[in-house]
């Protein structure tokens, strides 16, 4: 049906609101992750500096143990709610839990982020990156004075931005964003979210490209460089893929379990939050000594050292000191995502198995390290799009496609048949359950302090 004149202005003027939210937090994002980045690389730079000339199994307890301690200390004393990945923070906040989305949380999240991850923790940026995206596209639309709806959905268009803009992959963002923050999207808001993707990866690329020349004539083209440069794809690797497939969906679901249980722990030693990421990070910090120098440097991934395991022994040791890792961080609510890390544990079983078939049939699949990678991330987000395209995006390589492909719809196929949750869901539930238990404790305090027959 036609429109008349008055709703061809109406929808003129809202195409024009939303023009300027997408670039607001474009642009809002694009700085934010600019400063998070910097921040990350000069203490990972730090820690690399002193690691050169310094005994490794020294320098590498005491950044991981000095910067969890004060990365807890940062959320402790000003945003408790900067805990964690800040996904699940954002999903809630969606949900109509009332979860702090403000300017003091995304700098209190930059902050105490960049420290942990630049000494060392192996959690990943993207977790932050994106609830601070969240933040930037709830600022925008107050700012603007968008209705509620569009407020919603300028909070899962920042979220996604920020995935974006951190990986450089905007089809991995936009993704994420349809698959998990935006469920049951319309055709409208599809279109306003990937638009939104494009012009933070657009602006991202601006602020970080090289200063040279006017603005306008700023090179756009990927700044990750190709880490993948496969030719060789045969009908032989099909069932190779789809074994690691199915072994990385077995391993997920016991991952996440192992991730709860632990998580629980955490909580009933009733540590404080920077005695805990302290600790854990002195522990991570003596693991990674065993590693070799190359898994130092966070960049690509650690993509580039699985590349240089030659035996079944050095990727297995790898596979553990990776994964072991990972799950005390993100169990004890370090300040970071668990996408990234996920992407490596997926990538060293991968490599695990590469480097097995070459020992037993002098032939693997070239495809297996970022197959696994997104098998493994596939399993425990059940978000078969993102992880298919945020690997392939990292990788740069469309060769990639379909051996990702059957890895990860083999994967999550295997890990619905041990677990309907994703650990996301289960994620979800830890936080509901310990706002519950800090509401209880709470309670008996409030009703005594406004008894009036108290004393």
């Not at 690997?391 to 196929?413: C, H, N, Q, R």
Request: with cysteine.
């Amino acid at each position: 049906m036609p429109l008349t004149a008055l709703e061809r202005r109406q929808a003129l003027k809202r195409l024009l609101r939303l023009l300027l939210l997408v670039n607001a937090i474009g642009i809002g994002v694009a700085v934010a992750i600019r400063l998070y980045s910097g921040e990350t690389q000069l203490l990972n730079n730090l820690r690399l500096q002193l690691a050169a000339v310094l005994p490794r199994w020294i320098v590498l307890p005491l950044m991981g143990g000095l910067g969890g301690a004060v990365a807890g200390g940062l959320i402790s004393s000003f945003e408790p709610e900067a805990k964690g990945s800040g996904i699940v923070q954002v999903m809630l906040w969606l949900e109509g839990v009332p979860i702090p989305m403000t300017w003091r949380l995304a700098i209190v999240k930059l902050l105490a982020s960049g420290i942990a991850i630049g000494s060392g923790l192996p959690v990943g940026p993207e977790g932050p990156s994106i609830q601070i995206g969240a933040v930037v596209g709830r600022a925008s639309a107050d700012g603007l004075q968008a209705p509620p709806r569009e407020r919603r959905l300028a909070v899962a268009i920042g979220s996604g931005a920020g995935l974006a803009a951190i990986f450089h992959a905007p089809l991995g963002g936009l993704a994420y964003t349809l698959e998990e923050m935006f469920k049951g999207s319309t055709v409208r808001s599809n279109a306003v979210v990937a638009f939104a993707t494009f012009a933070t990866i657009t602006w991202s690329r601006l602020l970080n490209g090289h200063a040279g020349g006017p603005l306008w004539l700023r090179q756009l083209l990927p700044v990750i460089e190709d880490p993948s440069n496969l030719t060789d794809f045969r009908l032989l690797d099909i069932p190779l893929l789809m074994l690691l497939g199915a072994i990385a969906g077995a391993l997920a679901m016991l991952y996440q379990r192992v991730i709860v249980r632990l998580r629980r722990g955490f909580f009933r030693l009733h540590l404080s939050l920077w005695q805990q990421l302290g600790l854990v990070g002195l522990v991570i910090g003596l693991a990674s000594s065993l590693l070799n120098p190359s898994f130092d440097n966070p960049d690509r991934l650690g993509f580039s050292a699985l590349l240089g395991l030659s035996t079944p022994l050095n990727a297995l040791v790898a596979l553990v000191v990776q994964a072991a890792g990972t799950a005390l961080a993100v169990a004890a609510d370090a300040p970071g995502g668990f996408l990234a890390p996920a992407l490596v544990v997926g990538a060293s079983l991968g490599t695990l198995v590469q480097q097995v078939c070459l020992a037993l049939f002098h032939y693997a699949p070239p495809t297996l390290l970022f197959a696994g990678g997104g098998a493994f991330l596939g399993a425990l987000t059940r978000t078969p799009l993102t992880a298919i395209l945020l690997t392939f995006e990292l990788s740069k390589d469309y060769a990639l496609l379909l051996p990702i492909g059957f890895a990860v719809s083999t994967a999550i196929a295997v890990a619905d048949l041990f677990e309907r949750d994703t650990m996301y869901d289960l994620m979800r539930d830890e936080s509901l359950r310990e706002r519950r238990r800090r509401e209880a404790a709470d309670a008996p305090a409030a009703h005594t302090d406004t008894d009036p027959n108290a004393g």
